[in-house]
């Protein structure tokens, strides 16, 4: 499967006797021993048929053409990067190429227009393993129109043997367990730690609720002041995101943000009853809704960066980096929300919870 670097595919066209007729078809053909690497025999019928090579020819898929009378198996790579080269044509040989995008090569396909078996194989298998996220247009690759359809492109991660990622079968189900086992080991520490060890933590100290009771805060200085504190942390996370690291740094911040809940509510709890339900939530919302959201955001887009850019999935470099910088952009924005809200609503929030204690 020939790429050309426009993102069109270079199709052959050639007579074919047993059909009398031409036929569209990718660049194909035997190899000159039974010993020769099917790889070798790709890049040499490539060359010759098109008059380009490619050096770093990858392997798509390997298929059976006629299961019932014979066991001829046909390998397919995927050329990129082509370089130009001449074609060497077999004295009687006379190919004619044509470029194509994906999308009419589908509607050829559908229309019965192209029938060769290892052509209409081929051609799905690039569209579906490498364009999952994108479909060709003319000149270039191009955004699918639905972005309702893009996300659900993005949460539904295909995996080898036809297991999804996301939706509860590996990771989905993964991420929940380790939420939810953090969240009672916050609680079990909040318990063996005993009430008198614990009962001065954050928001719980009583100093600090009679100073926060009767304090004026300047919602613009503790905006800034939380931001200074917290910016570095998110911008190392946003650059992990895009390094090997990624996946482990969003676990264990998002294992961290489970722990902390549930050690502070079995603290609010043991302290002040069904209030301290109350006093902790209250410390939480409604900046938390966007932390949580930019943490459960970052796990997913370390998730999907990591299948692509380690060749698991495969989607080109530049759309995975680019992608993955918009999501930072998007979590970033997220998590100033998040202080905003922290600076500005939570302590009104507060302070009337305050009232009652």
Not at 77 to 105: K, M
Not at 130 to 137: N, P, R
Not at 144 to 167: A, T, V
């Amino acid at each position: 499967v020939p790429v050309l670097p426009d993102g069109r595919i270079l199709m052959v066209r050639q007579y074919r006797n047993a059909l009398e007729r031409s036929t569209l078809e990718i660049p194909a053909g035997s190899r000159d021993s039974k010993t020769e690497p099917t790889v070798e025999c790709a890049a040499r019928e490539l060359e010759e048929e098109t008059g380009y090579r490619c050096e770093n020819l990858e392997f798509l898929l390997s298929l059976r053409t006629t299961v019932a009378f014979c066991n001829e198996m046909v390998d397919v790579y995927l050329a990129r990067d082509l370089l130009p080269s001449h074609q060497h044509l077999d004295e009687g040989e006379f190919i004619d190429l044509e470029p194509y995008t994906v999308e009419e090569l589908c509607g050829l396909i559908y229309q019965g227009i192209i029938q060769d078996g290892k052509t209409v194989a081929a051609i799905m298998a690039y569209k579906n393993k490498y364009l999952e996220f994108f479909v060709q247009g003319p000149h270039r690759l191009s955004k699918k129109r639905s972005l309702k359809g893009f996300m659900k492109k993005i949460l539904n991660l295909p995996h080898r043997g036809h297991l999804q990622l996301w939706k509860g079968e590996l990771w989905g189900k993964a991420m929940k367990g380790f939420l939810l086992g953090a969240f009672v080991a916050g609680i079990f520490m909040a318990n063996l730690m005993g009430r008198e060890a614990v009962s001065n933590a954050g928001i719980l100290n009583d100093y600090f609720i009679e100073k926060f009771r009767y304090t004026d805060i300047n919602a613009e200085h503790l905006f800034f002041y939380i931001l200074e504190e917290r910016l570095p942390l998110l911008l190392l996370l946003l650059f992990l995101m895009f390094s090997a690291l990624g996946l482990l740094s969003s676990v264990l911040v998002l294992g961290w943000q489970g722990f902390s809940v549930g050690f502070m509510l079995s603290t609010g709890i043991a302290k002040y009853g069904l209030k301290g339900i109350l006093l902790v939530l209250g410390g939480l919302l409604p900046q938390y809704v966007c932390y949580l959201a930019a943490y459960g955001g970052y796990f997913g887009f370390a998730l999907f960066l990591r299948q692509r850019l380690r060749g698991e999935y495969f989607l080109e470099k530049k759309y995975a980096y680019g992608m993955g910088a918009l999501a930072a952009i998007l979590l970033l924005l997220l998590f100033v929300t998040g202080i905003f809200l922290e600076s500005y609503v939570n302590p009104v929030i507060l302070k009337n919870i305050l009232k009652l204690f």
